[in-house]
């Protein structure tokens, strides 16, 4: 099994938005410490999420899944196919994130259900580690979220928190785009930030640009990811293909 993660050094991940197996391995042989196969925006199943997961286990990297929906069942489904940590998205409550945190950890912690074959994959002791080495990731992405983070962060069973900072900014009633300047976005974040030190939590977040990465580190997150292998894969297309009309001029018509 991977060593569990710690709070040094800082994770830099990536989404995978692509349910391939192939992709898993290469975004495991590039390096990234961490992959968050996508199930709430992406379209794995349940098959091709146990393929990508192993397939990033066994490349190196630390295989994460975001669940599609905060409900009991995808948080145990998404640990016992083998996800070393789960993300769970719109955590907007403390009774949520209990829910959360029981499904999440076998007893006495929580009452997630013995069963699966991740032993299999990490090990036969693997029961009795589950709870201090997968992550259990809520995501604060909405202010409902952010104003009950301190009694979340204080929960045994919850891990850190993986801010959503798009989604956070839209239940501000902001824009979709450049909201991060805005003063109660900020305000949103670094209220998060130090519920997180409070409580010796991971603080993880989406970043989007290098400026901001620089001050995530700054401000002290454990964990960033930048963008997705989609996002890659459709900016560094569409960019070769405009460099390329430039050259043989205008689209033949298709
Ligand atoms: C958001 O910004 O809403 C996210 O969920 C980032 O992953
Ligand atoms: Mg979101």
Redesign the pocket.
Known sequence: MNQPLTKKPIRVGI?QQFPLPMVSRYLGQMGWDWVIL?M??GCANTETAYECLHTLHMAGTTPIL?VSVGVPAEVQRALDLGARGV?V?MVNSLAEAQDMAQAAKYPPLGCRSLGGDAAWHYGEDYPERANSETLLLV?V?HIDAVNAVEDVMALPGIDGC?????????SMGLARKDYEQHPAHRAAMTRTLAACRAHGKLAC??TYSLADVQEKVSQGFDCL?FKSEAEFFMGAGTSLLAQLRKHTGPAADR
């Open positions: 989404w996508d709430q925006h975001r993300i998205p995501q992405e993986f801010i959503g900072p798009t989604d956070l900014a839209l977040c989406n990811t």
